[in-house]
């Protein structure tokens, strides 16, 4: 069964701590990507990453980077936590050849007290 | 940005009753749908797709119809059960090679017996 990996259901962190989420996907995919998503807002895009190395900003980059040293992990950095980072954390991936539909990760709940 | 909405943030049905979803898109070149379900605790999963040349598409127990000259797209469930307790997303392809998908916010389906 092909699947995306987030590596924590659930992190508790302090403000101004540097936080990694981590994404492993098993199905050789070129693409992944990074959403939080918040009641009422629904998912948002972070970041996203085409191949190795690359990376693109989404619609709120501001307080996070990403990594992509390998092509199966992908990996969100919150540079300095903030409460307002605080979220559902949730990795997705898919083939870059003509598969339009992502495979999500189970998500990851961060909370920054 | 331009992005995908929902109608409704909740719907509730009884168990058997048929379930209807809706979602609104603003952008007239997006070329692919996608229904996902998210259950509590969980990442969402696909449920159903269908391209802009296509007014409707069933899967099991599942229909998406799709109104281009409205830009309306909906879910219908039929027979609703338990189990269809979730929420569920729209999301939109831009029509551009590459670009993520763009998701609605979501509605919150409750089933009761």
């Known amino acids: 069964d092909v699947k995306v990996t987030q590596s924590s259901r659930y992190l508790v962190k302090r403000t101004g701590e540097k936080v990694f989420l981590e994404c492993v996907q098993d199905?050789?995919?070129?693409?992944m990507f990074w959403y939080r998503q918040d009641p009422g807002l629904g998912l948002r895009l972070i970041y996203f990453?085409?191949?190795?190395?690359?990376?693109e900003k989404g619609d709120i980059p501001e307080g996070y980077s990403v990594s992509r040293e390998k092509k199966e992990r992908f990996s969100l950095i919150l540079e300095s936590a903030s409460t307002n980072q605080t979220s559902m954390y949730l990795c997705?991936?898919?083939?870059?050849?003509?598969?339009?539909?992502?495979?999500f990760g189970s998500g990851t709940r961060l909370t920054v007290v | 940005g331009e992005s995908v909405g929902l109608h409704l943030p909740t719907l509730s049905v009884q168990e058997g009753d048929n379930s209807i979803i809706n979602c609104a898109y603003s952008?007239?070149?997006?070329?692919?749908f996608i229904w996902y379900k998210q259950e509590s605790g969980k990442g969402p999963q696909f449920i159903i797709d269908?391209?802009?040349?296509?007014d409707k598409r069933q899967g099991q127990r599942v229909t998406v119809l799709l109104n281009k000259t409205v830009k309306h797209l909906s879910l219908q469930i039929a027979a609703t059960q338990p189990g269809d307790s979730a929420v569920y997303f729209c999301?939109?392809?831009?029509?551009?090679?590459?670009?993520?998908?763009?998701f609605g916010k979501g509605t919150t389906l409750s089933v009761s017996s």
């Open positions: 997705a991936s898919r083939s870059g050849q003509g598969t339009i539909g992502y495979t």
């Open positions: 199905m050789d995919h070129e693409n």
């Open positions: 990453s085409y191949d190795v190395k690359m990376k």
């Open positions: 952008n007239s070149a997006s070329d692919y």
């Open positions: 269908i391209r802009s040349n296509m």
């Open positions: 999301a939109e392809n831009m029509g551009q090679a590459g670009t993520a998908l763009i």
